[in-house]
């Protein structure tokens, strides 16, 4: 494993614990410039998991607790009248951070969700006719609880389709719980001593990822799972083109965290159900949950 | 090779360039055998194709595009009217050909014109057979399948499809040869229909200045080669036919003879010679098509070939028209001196005089008579008299004037070899002495090279034979005595050189004296010859031959078996080859089967089969299962395996990792 990105996962290991698995999909998902949406219960650890990433990222980081009277001003921020000056004046709303916490993302109203998304999408906010640019890197990551709970708006497919990766995180093992419990609760964190690297260096690592190798006939695998998907009736929404680029770019990143230079089947089978599954499946079926369409695919296409 | 699996693929530009390419050469052939016209037609239509290409908002009308068909329907017409039926349909071809490229827009047309293209080769190759041409249409084959290639593996680069094209070429070529060499050489199914206007060459009505017009012709008449020492080229007189009657301005067959020739056509019989004196020399004569029957060989030939007969006049004369290159084996015996014919039969035959008088030479004649006692004392004074009055070799001999020979005895005194052989006859039967005049050809160019003489037009010559009762025929050349130089070197030194072949400048023979064309030009001309020798003329016979020397006897069981053998073994070669071609190792190909041969091991000896979707890693866990070292292995291999497929490798990083990929496989 490349000896940084395990520096990074073990720091975010000490505060999430077990849950290595998750922290490399993040961190990947990171890496490879995509936004993040993560998916579980209240007090799984969502937001240690974000606040940890950022901190050992060195980036700035800010949180908005999504609820139901959520406007978008508050999210990017108003221009209010200054009386001294007659001008308005832009105060930008906590998106102007490197990284963003969306907590709850479905209990916000649409209208806001979309707000939250464009700005994803474009890197940039408008306000009142003025485009103001977000941070580089700017990296959101969305928390949203199952969708049965009561008092949910889902994310529309198309909006779904913004995110990298869908993680969810699970309950952590027991003896992961275990040492949880023994541990002396400090009052707080210290996120200040967390960073490992900054802001610079992450762009580097960025351009790097980019450089990873794809051979032809790992693209030919990539190729053949996302056509198996339009192709079969089993799965009702076949992924896009920009899955498949979404898929290659997060197993580029896989393949960095890993120490290679080069990406493998492996590294598309260990992310594919993250970058996959939330697109095939939008809406997660409450009747049959473990019907993974993803690990359909992977089942059913031969690397190589 | 991807092959391309939607055939509706648009053609690329470099196909049509290459098709065009191939056509051009093609056709051009055929423009060569008066299908301008087409040939014309084709290269407008071949611009109209490509002028897309170059110019993207070049579109034709479609009025335009009727009109070119119109065209075509009209170049076809006329052709049914002007020219013969093969005629016409090879330009019906070379038309649909044009339209074909004109339309070629998809892969179907695209195969249609390589065929048609194949076809029109094929029959090009019926006329045009001399070496060059055989190269240039085999290049221009090789340029249209690799059009063909270049459309159905998507190059876009004519220098990979033809290189490719011309591998697949230089496999088959073995094949080929072999193929050529064994396979059995059956007789034509059918004659070429085409029948030439005009034989070339020496005609058997020989009028004076013939001969010198003649001698402007560079063409190959012949070529010989000798078994042992050659006679000099000064004694190379090459009999073609006599001619004993002569009217005053023509000289012309015998009925006699033609009697025999018509004999031989009939029951391919002539006669046999007895009594002939060695020693004998052995030769073997290829000559070119000249549509008549005359061959052509030394003093005194006989030949034991079929189809090459033997006439009372010391003539070999084949039982077929030559249509083609024909090779006949020839042995003379030069000092043979054949006596016994009817003397009777020779006078009335040999001493016969035209109707129109020469008062002049007749005169002259008596007077000669008169003051000589013996034949030869007399043909010693004619002789003297060409030698020391002021006679003139000449390849533009003036027109004579009727009396034709006092005009050229008193008057003229130009001419070339015609008219002193016919005039010395002529004069040598006045003085009743049986003479006849042997049309041929005199000397030879020897090419070191190929170790044969090659005789071509210009070296036509004509000379006079008298029949002495105790000698036989004896040979008499009185041009000798007026050019000795014609006889002692060639016609280029007799005449100089400004006046040889003075129609045509561009003859390399004008070029002789610089040293490097004339080395060229011999090159060139062995290489025909060779080419000739040994493919043109390619028959049953040769192959027998070849076999026998091959396989020692050519009956019975054990050659039979050799034959099968061979045969067996040659389609098994082709077959080793296409297997090889089929199964040639792409880089992946290598590694599919090395990840098949990895996976099958850890089947059969460990039952651990790999699931639809699992990656070589992923098998590590139940590697793990049997024991520890053999789960180190298979990590091992996992590693060297990755770099093989996802790895940007050089050629040698590869090799290395493979090698190590089986080594871990033997060890599993």
């Known amino acids: 494993m490349d000896k940084l990105s395990s520096i990074i996962i073990n720091k975010i290991s000490d505060v999430v614990l077990g849950k290595e698995q998750q922290i490399k999909l993040a961190l990947s998902c990171l890496l490879a410039k995509g936004h993040l949406l993560i998916e579980d219960l209240p007090g799984m650890g969502k937001t240690t998991l974000s606040h940890a990433l950022s901190a050992a990222m060195g980036l700035s980081f800010s949180r908005v607790q999504f609820t139901s009277d959520l406007l978008p001003a508050d999210i990017i921020g108003v221009s209010i009248f200054k009386s001294d000056s007659h001008e308005f004046n832009f105060h930008p709303g906590p998106i102007f951070n490197q990284v963003v916490l969306a907590d709850e993302i479905n ?5 806001t969700q979309s707000a939250l998304l464009e700005a994803m999408a474009e890197n940039q906010v408008s306000v009142d006719g003025k485009t103001y640019p977000l941070d580089d890197p700017f990296f959101v990551i969305a928390t949203q609880n199952p969708l049965y709970q009561s008092g949910t708006y889902p994310l529309p497919e198309s909006q779904l389709d913004r995110f990298l990766m869908r993680i969810s995180l699970g309950y952590p093992p027991k003896t992961a719980e275990l040492e949880m419990l023994q541990q002396v609760q400090t009052e707080k964190q210290d996120y200040a001593q967390f960073a490992c690297i900054t802001a610079t260096e992450l762009t580097e690592i960025q351009q790097a990822v980019n450089h990873i190798h794809a051979s032809d006939s790992l693209l030919n695998y990539i190729l053949e799972l996302v056509s198996l998907s339009r192709q079969s009736s089993e799965f009702p929404y076949p992924l896009s083109p920009r899955a498949s680029q979404a898929i290659l770019q997060a197993a580029k990143a896989w393949a960095f965290i890993e120490g290679r230079d080069f990406v493998t089947a492996d590294d598309v089978q260990a992310i594919f159900p993250a970058v996959t599954e939330h697109r095939l499946s939008p809406a997660l079926n409450a009747a049959s949950p473990d019907t993974s369409y993803s690990q359909k695919l992977l089942d059913a296409v031969d690397p190589v | 090779m991807k092959q391309r699996q939607n055939t509706s693929e648009p053609i690329l530009l470099s196909t049509v360039l290459l098709v065009c390419a191939a056509n051009l050469v093609v056709l051009f052939y055929q423009s060569l055998e008066n299908h301008f016209n087409a040939f014309f037609f084709f290269l407008v239509c071949a611009a109209v194709r490509l002028a897309p290409f170059f110019f993207p908002q070049f579109k034709l009308k479609r009025r335009y595009e009727i009109s070119l068909f119109i065209i075509a329907l009209i170049i076809i017409l006329t052709s049914i009217i ?6 016409t349909l090879f330009t019906l071809l070379v038309c649909l050909q044009s339209l074909t490229i004109l339309r070629l827009f998809s892969t179907r047309e695209l195969k249609t014109c390589v065929w048609v293209l194949l076809f029109l080769v094929a029959a090009n190759l019926l006329f045009f057979f001399e070496f060059q041409n055989v190269v240039i249409l085999f290049m221009a084959v090789i340029v249209a399948l690799s059009a063909l290639i270049n459309h159905f593996c998507n190059y876009n680069i004519y220098k990979e499809a033809v290189s490719r094209m011309i591998n697949i070429a230089l496999l088959a070529l073995p094949v080929a040869v072999i193929l050529f060499l064994v396979m059995p050489r059956l007789p034509p199914l059918w004659k070429m229909p085409k029948v030439e206007s005009q034989s070339r060459g020496l005609q058997d009505k020989i009028r004076f200045g013939d001969i ?6 560079s063409n190959l008449a012949f070529r010989a080669s000798f078994d042992g020492q050659p006679p000099k080229t000064s004694q190379m007189y090459w009999r073609s036919f006599v001619l004993q009657n002569f009217d005053g301005n023509i000289w012309q067959r015998s009925e006699y003879m033609e009697s025999w020739q018509k004999l031989v056509k009939t029951r391919r019989s002539g006669v046999q010679w007895k009594n002939l004196q060695a020693p004998a020399v052995n030769y073997q004569v290829i000559t070119e098509a000249s549509y008549q029957n005359w061959l052509f060989a030394l003093d005194l030939a006989t030949s034991r070939q079929q189809g090459v007969i033997s006439l009372p006049d010391f003539s070999l ?26 003397n009777n039969q020779i006078k009335q035959l040999n001493l016969q005089l035209p109707n129109v008088a020469n008062p002049k030479t007749e005169q002259w004649v008596k007077a000669l008579k008169q003051q000589s006692t013996t034949d030869a004392e007399l043909i010693q004074a004619v002789l003297n008299y060409f030698n020391q009055q002021d006679f003139y070799y000449s390849l533009k001999p003036e027109v004579l004037e009727s009396p034709k020979i006092d005009d050229f ?12 052989a016919g005039t010395f006859t002529y004069i040598m039967r006045l003085a009743g002495i049986p003479a006849r005049v042997v049309v041929g050809y005199l000397g030879g160019e020897y090419n ?20 002495q009762a105790d000698k036989g025929w004896v040979r008499i050349d009185p041009t000798s005595y007026v050019a000795p130089e014609r006889v002692e070197f060639n016609l280029q030194q007799a005449i100089g050189n400004d006046e040889f072949l003075a129609e045509r400048d561009f003859s390399l023979f004008k070029y002789d004296q610089f040293a490097a064309i004339r080395t060229m030009r011999m090159l060139i001309s062995n290489l025909d010859y060779q080419w000739t020798l ?3 003329n390619y028959d049953a016979t040769k192959q027998k031959d070849l076999l026998k020397k091959l396989f020692g006897e050519t009956s019975g069981l054990a050659f039979t078996l050799k034959l099968a053998f061979l045969i067996l073994g040659l389609f098994s070669f082709i077959f080793v080859v296409g297997w090889l071609l089929a199964h040639k190792k792409s880089p992946q190909s290598q590694l599919q089967r090395l990840q098949q041969k990895a996976t099958q091991k850890l089947a059969k000896k460990y039952q651990i089969q790999r699931r639809q979707g699992q990656t070589l890693r992923q098998l590590k866990r139940q590697t793990q299962q049997h024991s520890e070292a053999l789960a180190q292995n298979w990590q091992t291999f996992c590693q060297h395996f990755e770099q093989l497929e996802y790895a940007p490798l050089s050629q040698a990083q590869f090799k290395i990792h493979y090698r190590a990929c089986q080594q871990l496989i033997k060890q599993l």
């Not at chain 2, 010198?212 to 012709?217: I, P, R, T, V």
Request: with cysteine; net charge negative.
């Open chain 2, 448 to 467: 070191p090279a190929g170790d044969y003489f090659s005789v071509y037009q210009f070296d036509a010559h004509a000379w006079a034979e008298i029949w």
């Open chain 2, 534 to 536: 040994w493919v043109l």
């Open chain 2, 82 to 87: 002007g020219k013969d039926i093969l005629a």
């Open chain 2, 409 to 420: 005895l008193f008057n003229t005194r130009t001419g070339f070899c015609e008219h002193y």
């Open chain 2, 317 to 342: 004369y084949s039982s077929e028209t030559l249509t083609q290159k024909f090779r006949y084996q020839v042995t003379s015996y030069p000092e043979s001196q054949l006596t016994d014919f009817d």
């Open chain 1, 107 to 111: 209990r916000a109203s649409p209208k």
């Open chain 2, 212 to 217: 010198a017009e003649l001698s402007q012709s």
